[in-house]
């Protein structure tokens, strides 16, 4: 069984910075994406970033150039930087990691989620 326990979040003002940091508890099998998701108020959940094991990373168009997202594999940690904070970034945001196992099945995991206010 994997556990995801976040860190980081809270209240901001825009053009801050704040950063969230994600450990998995467990066994992680190498070939796995991590990944930070978020849900703003009303809307649905929507994927931030996400870095593979190799460090391949993707991001979302309205985080480019300012959210950065790395890990630490030996750790199995994955951080978010986030910087130039916006009131649209305001959301909860959640922890994800995806195992593709050996036998090719893959499984979601997910964090208890973190809330990020940005406002004056």
């Known amino acids: 069984q994997v556990q995801l326990v976040e860190s980081g979040g809270g209240l901001v003002q825009p053009g801050g910075s704040l950063r969230l940091s994600c450990a998995a508890a467990?066994?992680?099998?190498?070939?796995?994406?991590m990944g930070w998701y978020r849900q703003p108020p009303g809307k649905e959940p929507e994927l931030v970033a996400s870095?593979?094991?190799?460090?391949?990373?993707n991001y979302a168009d309205s985080v480019k150039g300012r959210f950065t997202i790395s890990r630490d594999s030996a750790k199995k940690t994955v951080t978010l930087e986030m910087n130039s904070l916006k009131p649209e970034d305001t959301a909860v945001y959640y922890c994800?990691?995806?195992?593709?196992?050996?036998?090719?099945?893959?499984?979601?995991?997910w964090g208890q989620g973190t809330q990020v206010t940005v406002s004056s």
């Open positions: 994800n990691l995806g195992i593709t196992y050996p036998n090719g099945g893959v499984r979601d995991y």
């Open positions: 467990g066994s992680i099998f190498s070939r796995n994406v």
């Open positions: 870095i593979t094991s190799v460090g391949s990373t």
